[in-house]
């Protein structure tokens, strides 16, 4: 299979086009090094990849590239490029929008004229809002603007495939953390600061609960879903277990081996409180699970970032 993914150089694509390549398929890498986060990291990502037979990266920003000669023959898109993170979306709105709804609207666009067969795109459990416990279908209601504008492209790729017949699914992935893990997400900042002996943050009173979906989990489902018919459906994708925040960082410092020195500062504005994946649809649907449990992952991520160091 060909398959073209976006946001190549990214966290979760990155690992996504591994896992592609070792299975065999063939990958067109798609990435414009956004500076959301330093290139080097992004650099980092693609160590891997550069070297792999089947992998080809096409530098392109997808919000002005042509993008049909990029999608014509490809046998299916996942579309993992957006700007992440709900922090800055208060600050930048024209980034989120441009990149997370302006450039899959580009892309839509181009995969209706070629006529692509599996269009996969990476949405987000921050769809429902401060609470996202529920299925599915439980009502949506994102309290930032990244929120806003990754529902809002869950709703362009629906009209596309409502009117026009583009074979979507959606993924809604929950916190997703492990080696590589974005340079302003919480994990990876706590194991960089805990190394360097500096006091973590915590905004709120750390009793926030997510249920973390490791990378290779998360791929998991995002490969079930390239190899399953598209049907137009949307699922969550999550970690089998809630944890709170306080906890993942009892268990990042334990295997670090250092005591945590933590700051409390009050919840930002749009921050989830609790998130619960309901992950019984694409259970039923494409026998997906998630297998890394939380101790497992934060010790391999911890063991990452202690590789990184030396
Ligand atoms: N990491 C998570 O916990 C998480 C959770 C829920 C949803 N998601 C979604 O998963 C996807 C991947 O997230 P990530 O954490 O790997 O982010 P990331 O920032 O590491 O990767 C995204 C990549 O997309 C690229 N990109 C952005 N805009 C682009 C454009 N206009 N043209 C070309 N490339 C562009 C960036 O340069 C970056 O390398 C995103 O769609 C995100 O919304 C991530």
Redesign the pocket.
């Given at each position: 299979m060909k398959v073209v993914v976006?946001?190549a150089?990214?966290?979760?694509?990155s690992h996504l086009c591994e896992a592609l390549l070792a299975r065999g398929d063939t990958v067109v890498g798609?990435?414009?090094?956004?500076d959301?986060?330093e290139r080097r990291h992004?650099e980092a990502n693609l160590e891997g990849l550069h070297a792999a037979p089947g992998f080809t990266l096409a530098e392109?920003?997808?919000?002005t590239a042509p993008l049909e000669p990029i999608v014509d023959g490809a046998d299916a898109v996942v579309n993992?490029?957006?700007?992440?993170g709900l922090v800055l979306s208060w600050d930048d709105f024209e980034r989120y929008q441009s990149?997370n709804l302006g450039?899959v609207q580009r892309l839509a666009a181009a995969c209706s004229a070629v006529g692509i067969g599996h269009f996969v795109q990476?949405?987000?459990?921050?769809v429902y809002g401060v609470e996202a416990t529920g299925p599915e279908s439980s009502p949506t209601h994102p309290a930032s603007p990244y929120g806003v504008t990754?529902l809002a492209a869950e709703q362009l790729l629906d009209a596309y495939r409502s009117t026009g017949g583009l074979p979507l699914t959606v993924l809604r992935?929950?916190?997703?953390y492990g080696p590589r893990q974005?340079p302003d997400?919480a994990y990876r900042t706590f194991c960089d600061r805990l190394l360097r002996g500096e006091p973590i943050t915590i905004f709120g009173d750390g009793a926030q609960t997510r249920s973390n979906t490791y990378v290779t989990d998360a791929v998991a489902a995002t490969v079930a879903a390239l190899d399953a018919e598209p049907a137009g459906a949307t699922y969550n994708v999550g970690g089998g277990r809630e944890l709170a925040l306080l906890d993942a960082v009892a268990l990042l410092a334990e295997a670090l081996g250092v005591d945590p020195v933590l700051e409390h500062r009050p919840a930002r504005r749009g921050d989830q409180r609790r998130t619960v994946a309901d992950t019984s649809r694409i259970a039923r649907d494409l026998g997906w699970a998630p297998v890394v449990a939380p101790e497992e992952g934060l010790l391999r991520q911890a063991r990452w970032a202690l590789g990184r160091r030396r």
């Open positions: 976006t946001g150089a990214g966290f979760i694509g798609v990435d414009c090094f956004t959301y986060y992004k392109v920003d997808l919000r993992e490029a957006a700007t992440p990149c450039a990476a949405s987000t459990s921050s990754k992935y929950f916190s997703v974005r997400m």
